[in-house]
C-alpha cells in the first residue's frame, strides 16, 4: 500500500536543527513536479547526525494517494521554513 510514503530527509548541522520535533508538519517539493508541494508529519529523527556526513536524518509521512511519489525521487524537504536536501 503506497496511500501513505515515508520520507528520508538529510538536514545539516544548522542551528534550527534544535526546533526540530516529531509531529511538526513537513513539505516537500520533488524535482519532477516543480510546481507541486507535497505535505507530511515528522515521523522520526536520528538521535544525532552522521559522522562522514554531518547531516541528521529525519523521516516524514507524506500521503500519496495519487501515487506521484515514488522511490529515489529528489526533492527538498521544508521544515520551520528552512530548506534541506532530501533522499
Known sequence: ???DILIKGALYETPHLAHLETGQKATA????YNDRLFEG????IDAGPAQESRTLHVYAIFKNEDNA???NLRG???FNNSINGLQ
Do not use: A
Not at 517539493?29 to 519532477?32: A, D, K, S, T, V
Not at 508529519?41 to 522520526?44: D, L
Open 41 to 44: 508529519v515528522v515521523q522520526k
Open 29 to 32: 517539493q520533488i524535482g519532477i
Open 1 to 3: 500500500d503506497t496511500r
Open 69 to 71: 511519489l515514488r522511490p
Open 76 to 78: 527538498n524537504h521544508i
